[in-house]
């Protein structure tokens, strides 16, 4: 066995982690002849994740591995990378006088389907840099 750690399914339907060279008897059935798969795993922690997903009722685990790959689809539609850049998001929401308003931003950041940052986070930000200076309430000019 070239493993050191191994997922051994039981034909008892149940799984279960070795950490040793050899496998003896299933933890659950205590069968030493119903062995029926022996998957190694470089590491203990590939081994855990694996007998954790083993033992899921089929059902279950379906749905789970469902909504884990539209959550990942969903961060990729959203990663960094592909983002606009928020400052040109901001310059094109500043109108012909050099303002840029609150609501001009929602409405930039709605279009563009920006729903994990604010407005007036961006705007804070830029604030922080002194990029823009407050001119009124709701609207702000740039300084560079
Ligand atoms: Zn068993």
Redesign the pocket.
């Known amino acids: 066995m070239p493993f050191k750690f191994n997922l051994v399914t039981?034909?008892?339907g149940?799984s279960f982690g070795t950490s040793g060279s050899r496998v003896n008897y299933?933890t659950?059935?205590g069968?030493t002849s119903?062995i029926k798969d022996i998957t190694g795993f470089d590491n203990a922690e590939k081994l855990s994740e694996a007998v954790s997903i083993a033992n899921i009722p089929k059902e279950i685990s379906d749905e789970l591995i469902e909504k884990i790959q539209k959550k990942e689809n969903k961060s990729k539609l959203f990663s960094p990378n592909k983002s606009p850049d928020p400052f040109s998001l901001m310059k094109i929401a500043t109108d012909v006088d050099g303002n840029l308003s609150k609501l001009s931003l929602e409405k930039i950041l709605i279009n563009e389907g920006i729903s994990d940052v604010s407005s007036e986070h961006l705007i804070g930000q830029a604030e922080m840099q002194g990029l823009l200076v407050r001119v009124s309430q709701n609207t702000w000019n740039w300084l560079s």
């Open positions: 039981c034909g008892c149940h299933c659950k059935c069968s119903n």
